[in-house]
């Protein structure tokens, strides 16, 4: 008898469960109709309130900021963990922009999370102890052999991480505001040129020109105001510092000078293998605004147009060149001291994205595409420890060599990134790309 009884308590306890699953079904098709997204959401959510307190989202995920050791300016904060000269050579930063308004409307969903990353003491940066990494984690979407949904959960570190809540002013000065008094610093120091690389990358529509317009704008301001400083601060009347700025695209593996009407501009190499653009205007400016006129002239000769993904999606790679020069008292040129390059790659895209848009426009992506694949393959080789680096594939890796090379140079990089569900696949490409441009960094040392 009290077999049977048990095997009824089963019973009926299991049809209690089935019942009770029957109205969270019930109510889920009821509150989210043809949402196929919930139940990911749902998980995703779970993961995150999983997170031990000192890993969850808070409001600021940034690096704190790198500071200068130098009479130019102060350390920006008190609380600096390394010298802006003894960061990597190459640092890689990533950016998470916020779900628009048409992915929502989609029913899409946030798969990245932005964490406070445990310190890890086997990382160390320019041979400072180890320092705290920001942390990512990106959910995919994944349905199991009995179509149940599941997330694959990838992880990764950076040098910093901004979520969706930094303001343009947070990121730059989590990643190239401590570089630019350096770039000044050691330009009219050393013997050598120095040179500082910044440059975006990610999929269309992703933020990237969104984020470089205002480190345009930001490092200008902050470049002027170190010159103003060294100047006043110099006792030597012939320690005069120009600028030169020239601005050029890349477009269909052709480059046009943004200054001069989009007149084309060829590409060399000197008996020392460096690439030199004959014929490239560069223009003086002796102000702040002056060098954001120019910006602005030349962004509005760039090449842009609407397509399936964006409605001003940039069609070429644009390259904003401001070079220092030691001047006489003439205001003459002489040898260069250092550059700051800036750098607005356009966006990589899917063939399925483009199918809508018409022929000249997929040949736009199809050659955008080419030549980051090219830079792709370099960036590979480079992690390889390859003894030849492929960088004469392409226009733009001939250009941007020296930045991945050169002894002298810091390069920055800011990956853009999609928060978006539909956007999955890409999101991973930029990611994991970035991922390994950081250890390239890390192996190649400061």
Same mark, same amino acid.
């Given at each position: 008898?009290?077999?049977?009884?048990?095997?009824?308590?089963?019973?009926?306890?299991?049809?209690?469960?089935?019942?009770?699953?029957?109205?969270?079904?019930?109510?889920?098709?009821?509150?989210?109709?043809?949402?196929?997204?919930?139940?990911?959401?749902?998980?995703?959510?779970?993961?995150?309130?999983?997170?031990?307190?000192?890993?969850?989202?808070?409001?600021?995920?940034?690096?704190?900021?790198?500071?200068?050791?130098?009479?130019?300016?102060?350390?920006?904060?008190?609380?600096?963990?390394?010298?802006?000269?003894?960061?990597?050579?190459?640092?890689?930063?990533?950016?998470?922009?916020?779900?628009?308004?048409?992915?929502?409307?989609?029913?899409?969903?946030?798969?990245?999370?932005?964490?406070?990353?445990?310190?890890?003491?086997?990382?160390?940066?320019?041979?400072?102890?180890?320092?705290?990494?920001?942390?990512?984690?990106?959910?995919?979407?994944?349905?199991?052999?009995?179509?149940?949904?599941?997330?694959?959960?990838?992880?990764?570190?950076?040098?910093?991480?901004?979520?969706?809540?930094?303001?343009?002013?947070?990121?730059?000065?989590?990643?190239?505001?401590?570089?630019?008094?350096?770039?000044?610093?050691? $330009?009219?120091?050393?013997?050598?040129?120095?040179?500082?690389?910044?440059? $975006?990358?990610?999929?269309?529509?992703?933020?990237?020109?969104?984020?470089?317009?205002?480190?345009?704008?930001? $490092?200008?301001?902050?470049?002027?105001?170190?010159?103003?400083?060294?100047?006043?601060?110099?006792?030597?009347?012939?320690?005069?510092?120009?600028?030169?700025?020239?601005?050029?695209?890349?477009?269909?593996?052709?480059?046009?000078?943004?200054?001069?009407?989009?007149?084309?501009?060829?590409?060399?190499?000197?008996?020392?293998?460096?690439?030199?653009?004959?014929?490239?205007?560069?223009?003086?400016?002796?102000?702040?605004?002056?060098?954001?006129?120019?910006?602005?002239?030349?962004?509005?000769?760039?090449?842009?147009?609407?397509?399936?993904?964006?409605?001003?999606?940039?069609?070429?790679?644009?390259?904003?060149?401001?070079?220092?020069?030691?001047?006489?008292?003439?205001?003459?040129?002489?040898?260069?001291?250092?550059?700051?390059?800036?750098?607005?790659?356009?966006?990589?895209?899917?063939?399925?994205?483009?199918?809508?848009?018409?022929?000249?426009?997929?040949?736009?992506?199809?050659?955008?595409?080419?030549?980051?694949?090219?830079?792709?393959?370099?960036?590979?080789?480079?992690?390889?420890?390859?003894?030849?680096?492929?960088?004469?594939?392409?226009?733009?890796?001939?250009?941007?060599?020296?930045?991945?090379?050169?002894?002298?140079?810091?390069?920055?990089?800011?990956?853009?990134?999609?928060?978006?569900?539909?956007?999955?696949?890409?999101?991973?490409?930029?990611?994991?790309?970035?991922?390994?441009?950081?250890?390239?960094?890390? $192996?190649?040392?400061?």
């Amino acid at each position: 008898m009290d077999a049977l009884n048990e095997i009824k308590r089963k019973r009926e306890a299991r049809r209690a469960l089935q019942a009770e699953e029957k109205r969270r079904v019930k109510k889920e098709l009821r509150e989210h109709g043809d949402d196929a997204g919930y139940k990911f959401r749902r998980l995703i959510q779970q993961y995150r309130d999983a997170l031990p307190p000192s890993q969850q989202q808070q409001e600021l995920h940034q690096l704190p900021p790198l500071s200068l050791s130098s009479s130019i300016r102060p350390p920006p904060t008190p609380t600096t963990l390394v010298n802006a000269a003894d960061a990597p050579r190459l640092s890689v930063f990533i950016r998470k922009r916020p779900l628009a308004k048409k992915e929502l409307k989609a029913k899409g969903y946030d798969i990245i999370s932005c964490l406070f990353a445990v310190q890890d003491q086997n990382v160390k940066s320019g041979g400072n102890s180890a320092l705290p990494r920001r942390e990512l984690v990106c959910h995919e979407p994944k349905l199991r052999v009995d179509c149940s949904e599941t997330l694959e959960n990838h992880q990764f570190h950076f040098d910093g991480v901004f979520d969706e809540l930094q303001e343009n002013s947070k990121v730059y000065d989590g990643t190239v505001g401590p570089m630019v008094p350096y770039l000044v610093s050691e $330009a009219t120091a050393s013997s050598d040129t120095t040179s500082l690389t910044v440059f $975006a990358y990610g999929q269309t529509g992703s933020g990237k020109t969104y984020t470089m317009k205002s480190i345009y704008r930001q $490092a200008a301001v902050d470049l002027f105001q170190q010159l103003d400083e060294l100047k006043e601060a110099s006792s030597r009347r012939d320690s005069r510092v120009s600028v030169g700025v020239s601005f050029y695209e890349i477009y269909m593996n052709s480059v046009n000078d943004l200054l001069n009407g989009r007149s084309r501009v060829q590409l060399m190499e000197d008996g020392d293998g460096a690439v030199q653009l004959p014929g490239l205007k560069e223009l003086p400016a002796t102000t702040a605004d002056e060098l954001l006129e120019l910006v602005q002239l030349g962004e509005q000769a760039r090449a842009t147009s609407a397509n399936a993904v964006h409605d001003d999606s940039s069609r070429s790679h644009a390259l904003l060149r401001v070079t220092l020069y030691a001047a006489d008292n003439n205001n003459n040129n002489g040898p260069a001291l250092g550059r700051l390059s800036m750098v607005d790659l356009a966006g990589s895209e899917r063939a399925s994205d483009t199918q809508s848009d018409k022929k000249s426009t997929r040949m736009e992506g199809a050659e955008i595409n080419k030549s980051l694949l090219a830079l792709k393959e370099c960036i590979r080789a480079l992690d390889r420890g390859a003894t030849h680096i492929p960088f004469r594939q392409s226009k733009l890796t001939q250009l941007l060599r020296d930045s991945f090379l050169s002894l002298n140079s810091k390069t920055i990089m800011i990956a853009t990134v999609s928060p978006c569900s539909e956007s999955c696949n890409h999101t991973l490409n930029t990611l994991r790309y970035a991922d390994r441009l950081k250890e390239i960094g890390a $192996a190649t040392g400061s």
